[in-house]
C-alpha cells in the first residue's frame, strides 16, 4: 500500500462518540512503507473518567488533569491525517471520535477509512474472532502497552505490515479498494489527471464546466487531498453538488505547507471560488480602532474594512469578522473591565453612560476618573485580541525546502505583511506572489502562527536594509509565475 496512511488508536471516557471525550490519542503517519512521523497525547476529557476505564486502561483522572485540551493538540494531530488514509482498528469508532471533536471547534474533518477489523475478516475468513487481541496472539505481534493508544497503533501497524507480507500485493490492493469504498470519480473527470496531481505540498483548484472556478484548497498531499473529494460519503447535498460540477483539477505545488496557506488565501480573496462559503461570505473586516478624546481618553471607533495599511496596526484594538461579534465582544469586557459604554461605542450620549448608574463605569464618560487610570485599563481589556507585535527589528526571509525535489520558496516578509515570495530551482528563481505591501489579516494569522512557533527559527533570516533594497530589485525583474 504506497497510499499515506495515518494509524490511529484513541482511549475514551465511553462508547459514545457523541457524549464520550478522547483521553489519549497517537497517531503513526506512514508514506512509501515507511514511517515518516509519530504522535501521542494524553487529553484532557472536561469530564471524569469512570473506574471502569481506568482499571483497562491505567489512565486516572489525575493523569489528564494537567494534560492539553483536544483543541490544543488539533492542529498536530490534523498535520499528520491531512491527505492520508485513516487506519484504525474498529475504524468506525475512532474515526467517530475524532470526527466528533473536530465538529466541536467548529471544523469539519473528513478522510476515507481503512478498518483492520474488516480487513483481517476479508483476508483470513477462516477465523471467528477478529478484534486486537485475538490478532496479537495469533500472529504473535509483541506489543507491551496493551489498551494504551500507541501500543495499540503500533500493533495495527504491524498487522498491516504482516498482510503485506502475507498476501498477494494485487489482491490486497483489490480487498484495501473495496474497503476503501473508492472515490466515486465522475467520468466527466481524466484519470490521468489525477493520476497526475503531485503527492505533496499544494494548492489545488476545482473548475467546471465553463471553465468557471468552484473551490480552492491546500493540502500536504495534493492527489489524496482532492480524491477525497470524490469519496462517497458526503457530508452535505452541496459539497455532492460541487463534486459532480467538477470536470478538471488544477494543481499548484508549494515547497511546504506555509507556501500553500499563503497561497489558497491569496487565490480565495482574487478569485472568489463559488463554494469557499466560509471564506467568501466576509469579504470585509470590522476594527475596532484607538481614537483620543480632546480629553485624554482611549475611545474605540468601529470601522469595516478590506484591509489594514501596513503601519496602522498600532491604532487597531482588536479585529472581528462582523459588527455583531464586535458589538458582543465590547459588551463583555465593558462589564469584565468596567470600560465607559459612551467611550467603547456602545451608548451615544453627552451625560453619564448608563454602565456608570449601574456602577459598571467609574465616570469616565464626565471625567471624573483619572484618563491614565481607565487608559491602562483599556489597554488590558484588548490585549487578547491586539495584534502581535511584530518581533524583529527588521524584515526576514522564510525558506521553505522540499527535502525530495531540491526546489524550494522563499518567502520576504516585514510587520507581518508578505512582500514576496519566489521559487527556485535547478534552473534558477522565478517570482511567485508580489503585491501591494498592506496588512492582510488571514496572511497575519497564518505567519504569526509559523513565525512564532520556535520549531521555526531555523527557517528564519533576519536582513538588513540594503539585502531587502537588492532582494525587492531582484523581484522587479523577475516574470511572475502567478
Known amino acids: ?69 483536544f483543541g490544543d493538540i488539533a492542529r498536530d494531530v490534523l498535520r499528520l491525517l491531512d491527505g492520508a488514509i485513516f487506519v484504525a482498528h474498529n475504524a468506525r469508532f475512532d474515526y467517530g471520535f475524532i470526527k466528533n471533536e473536530y465538529r466541536r471547534l467548529g471544523k469539519t474533518f473528513n478522510a476515507r477509512c481503512l478498518c483492520t477489523v474488516k480487513l483481517s475478516r476479508k483476508l483470513f475468513p477462516q477465523y471467528k474472532n477478529h478484534n486486537l487481541s485475538s490478532i496479537i496472539d495469533r500472529f504473535g505481534i509483541e506489543c507491551s502497552n496493551r489498551h494504551r493508544a500507541m501500543g495499540d497503533a503500533q500493533a495495527t501497524h504491524e498487522f498491516l505490515r504482516i498482510c503485506e507480507r502475507r498476501e498477494d500485493p494485487g489482491h490486497l490492493e483489490e480487498v484495501v479498494n473495496k474497503l476503501l469504498k473508492k472515490s466515486a470519480i465522475p467520468s466527466t473527470v481524466d484519470q490521468s489527471e489525477l493520476d497526475n496531481l503531485p503527492e505533496s505540498c499544494g494548492v489545488y483548484l476545482l473548475h467546471g464546466n465553463e471553465g468557471e472556478l468552484l473551490y480552492v484548497g491546500k493540502s500536504v498531499n495534493v492527489r489524496e487531498r482532492v480524491r477525497s473529494h470524490f469519496a462517497n460519503d458526503h457530508t452535505s447535498s452541496r459539497e455532492m453538488e460541487m463534486c459532480q460540477r467538477v470536470r478538471r483539477v488544477e494543481a499548484r505545488p508549494t515547497a511546504g505547507e506555509l507556501g500553500a496557506l499563503l497561497l489558497e488565501s491569496k487565490l480565495i480573496k482574487e478569485l472568489r471560488p463559488i463554494y469557499n462559503i466560509a471564506a467568501r461570505r466576509h469579504h470585509d473586516i470590522v476594527i475596532a480602532r484607538q481614537v483620543m478624546t480632546p480629553d485624554g481618553y482611549a475611545s474605540v471607533q468601529l470601522e469595516e474594512i478590506d484591509h489594514i495599511k501596513q503601519g496602522e496596526a498600532s491604532s487597531i484594538l482588536a479585529i472581528f469578522k462582523h459588527l455583531k461579534q464586535a458589538k458582543e465582544y465590547l459588551d463583555r469586557i465593558s462589564k469584565e473591565h468596567k470600560l465607559c459604554h459612551k467611550l467603547v461605542g456602545l451608548q451615544r450620549t453627552t451625560s453619564y453612560c448608563f454602565a456608570y448608574h449601574l456602577h459598571q463605569c467609574n465616570g469616565a464618560c464626565v471625567g471624573e476618573e483619572p484618563s491614565a487610570i481607565y487608559n491602562a485599563r483599556v489597554q488590558m481589556a484588548f490585549a487578547e485580541r491586539r495584534i502581535k507585535a511584530w518581533p524583529y527589528s527588521g524584515s526576514i526571509l522564510i525558506e521553505e525546502r522540499d527535502e525530495f525535489t531540491g526546489e524550494g520558496e522563499v518567502f520576504l516578509i516585514d510587520q507581518w505583511c508578505l512582500i514576496s515570495s519566489f521559487t527556485y530551482a535547478d534552473a534558477g528563481y522565478q517570482l511567485k506572489i508580489s503585491g501591494p505591501h498592506r496588512f492582510d489579516y488571514d496572511a497575519y494569522k497564518i505567519l504569526s502562527r509559523y513565525i512564532l512557533n520556535r520549531t521555526h527559527v531555523r527557517n528564519i533570516k533576519i536582513l538588513s536594509r540594503e539585502q531587502v533594497r537588492s532582494l525587492v530589485g531582484e523581484f522587479q525583474e523577475q516574470p511572475s509565475s502567478m
Request: net charge neutral.
Open 1 to 69: 500500500m504506497n497510499k499515506p496512511l495515518a494509524i490511529v488508536d484513541i482511549e475514551t471516557t465511553g462508547a459514545s462518540a457523541v457524549y464520550g471525550r478522547i483521553i489519549e490519542i497517537a497517531v503513526i503517519r506512514v508514506e512509501n512503507g515507511k514511517v515518516k512521523r509519530t504522535f501521542q497525547s494524553l487529553v484532557n476529557p472536561d469530564r471524569f473518567i469512570p473506574f471502569s476505564v481506568e482499571q483497562l486502561t491505567g489512565i486516572g483522572n489525575q493523569d489528564v488533569a494537567s494534560a492539553p485540551f
